[in-house]
């Protein structure tokens, strides 16, 4: 059974930094894209970043470009979010995803950054 496991999340300071880490299992992801997205308490589940399969080609939402900076390894299977200057904005659930149509989702992993 694919699964995707997050960590890395905490509390955090505003200007700190967080590397938040996906480990899927099950199955090979190699081939797919994967997926940063987070929600906020009270809001829709948003966007963060992505990255192509053979890690060629990312994309950021504009409030995280910059800041934020995917990448991964196949070889070990996992993705990375590398979080910098956090804002308390950054707050949120964070989730990574996998496939064509983002397919597989993890459970989460709670970012919380202090003003």
């Known amino acids: 059974q694919a699964q995707l496991v997050e960590s890395g999340g905490g509390l955090v300071q505003a200007g700190g930094s967080l590397r938040l880490s996906c480990a899927a299992s099950?199955?090979?992801?190699?081939?797919?894209?994967m997926g940063w997205f987070r929600q906020a308490p009270g809001k829709e589940r948003e966007f963060v970043a992505a990255i192509s399969w053979s890690a060629d080609s990312t994309a950021y939402a504009d409030s995280v470009k910059g800041r934020f900076t995917i990448s991964r390894d196949n070889a070990k299977n996992t993705v990375y979010l590398q979080m910098n200057s956090l804002k308390p904005e950054d707050t949120a659930v964070y989730y990574c995803a996998a496939g064509p149509g983002y397919d597989y989702w993890g459970q989460g992993t709670q970012v919380t950054v202090s003003s």
């Open positions: 099950g199955r090979t992801f190699s081939s797919y894209r």
